[in-house]
């Protein structure tokens, strides 16, 4: 079976500082895709990043990067020049082929940025 | 392009009754997947859809079932509601629903059950 842990329920950061949320997986599966999504208060679910497990470089988008460290299945979001706009809870997911790449989340962070 | 569009936004039901929701994907799109979203046990899956046949199911009673359509539109079923069905449901599509697709969701269905 695979498990997502996010064990911030919630963090506050300053605008235009940066954000670390910490993810850790637990999977058997050698192949494996890493999500992160935010969920404004609106409710609407937004892709934010990708990494799959055979991927050597850190994904990165934008101002979201994903910090992949394998051997310790992490796969921690930092947010850089944290937007007022980038209130909301964010969720790191997963797909296994085991699990018939359904994706499974983990509980999720709230981030609070602070004018 | 357009996104995932679900239908209705809220919704108000009481217990027994039965509802419907309504999910179109972003054409093109052929996987349909149904999450339940409550404070207590967060995101759970419910089930996929691809290509008109249920290719995946969570572990929810047989009270929740579902269907998609040739145009890829699916929809929701819950009968005989009961208060703990209220919950925000979220569709969302992908290409293939396969291992590095991402999925796009809606923004979902806030159902409440009185």
């Known amino acids: ?115 | 392009k357009a996104g995932v569009t679900q239908t209705p936004r809220y919704l108000i039901k009481t217990r027994g009754q039965q509802v419907t929701l309504s999910c179109s994907p972003i054409s093109g799109h052929r996987s349909v997947s149904w999450y339940q979203q409550t404070p207590g046990q967060g995101l759970q899956f419910l089930f996929e859809y691809f290509s008109e046949t249920q290719r995946n199911k969570g572990n929810f009673p047989g009270r929740f079932s579902g269907r998609q359509f040739s145009n890829s539109r699916s929809e929701m079923n819950v009968s005989t509601l009961e208060l703990g069905d209220s919950a925000l449901y979220l569709c969302a599509s992908s290409p293939t629903g396969g291992g590095s697709t991402e999925a796009f969701f809606g923004q979902g269905t806030r159902l409440t059950v009185v």
Not at chain 1, 48 to 61: F, H, K, M, R
């Open chain 1, 1 to 115: 079976a695979q498990k997502i842990t996010q064990t911030q329920p919630g963090m506050f950061v300053q605008e235009k500082e940066a954000v670390t949320l910490d993810c850790t997986y637990d999977t058997s599966d050698q192949s494996y895709g890493l999500f992160w999504y935010k969920q404004p208060s609106s409710g609407e679910m937004i892709f934010l990043i990708y990494q799959g497990s055979y991927d050597e470089q850190n994904a990165t988008e934008g101002r979201y990067s994903l910090n992949f460290q394998k051997a310790r299945k992490s796969a921690n979001l930092v947010i850089s020049a944290s937007q007022l706009g980038d209130s909301a809870m964010y969720f790191c997911a997963m797909r296994v082929p085991s699990n018939d790449y359904k994706l499974s989340f983990g509980a999720g962070t709230t981030v609070t940025v602070r004018a």
